[in-house]
């Protein structure tokens, strides 16, 4: 009597095994959200507070402990713009591109930011030191344009304010 082939929908029943710290981490995340697909955003938040990011090496193994495809999972972590997929700079830069600071300046800020820190939105600095990002709205439009570092808000940034800010930033590093 001749078998039958199992048919394979491409997933497997066999546990997710990890073999770096993050992947470690990453399973670790993973049961304490009891492994479920609709925690995935929760599951990519909390890694990203552990990691400073979510690795690339980690997708296989949250998408094997969430039987959920690897295209699947890298989908929803590219698709949020908040997600790191790579370790930012000690210092991240959040400038702000809504309406409001549209109108008072941000787009020359932001070609300003990028020419003096050599980097594009999105990138960090070839040091490691600062990543500049682009946000959507930090609720200071009254005293646009407006970007963040770290926890601090500041307004009403033109080219040589932001000049200053880094500056400060430098001048801390330093010391």
């Known amino acids: 009597m001749a078998k039958k082939a199992a048919k394979s929908n491409g997933s497997s029943t066999a546990p997710a095994t990890a073999a770096t710290p993050s992947e470690v981490a990453a399973l670790a995340v993973c049961a304490r959200h009891g492994n479920k697909p609709d925690e995935l955003l929760e599951i990519f938040h909390e890694l990203q507070h552990q990691l400073g990011y979510v690795p690339e ?99 009403k940034v033109d080219p040589k304010r932001f000049d200053e800010i880094i500056g400060s930033l430098e001048k801390e590093a330093a010391e």
């Open 57 to 155: 090496a980690t997708l296989p193994v949250i998408s094997k402990a969430l039987n959920r495809s690897r295209a699947e999972v890298y989908g929803v972590l590219t698709f949020y713009h908040e997600f790191r997929r790579h370790p930012a700079g000690k210092h991240v830069v959040k400038i702000c591109r809504a309406e409001a600071c549209q109108s008072m300046g941000t787009d020359a800020l932001c070609d300003h930011a990028e020419r003096s820190l050599r980097t594009k939105l999105g990138g960090t600095t070839s040091d490691g030191a600062v990543t500049i990002e682009q946000v959507f709205c930090l609720g200071n439009c009254a005293l646009s344009p407006a970007i963040m570092v770290g926890e601090k808000l500041y307004g």
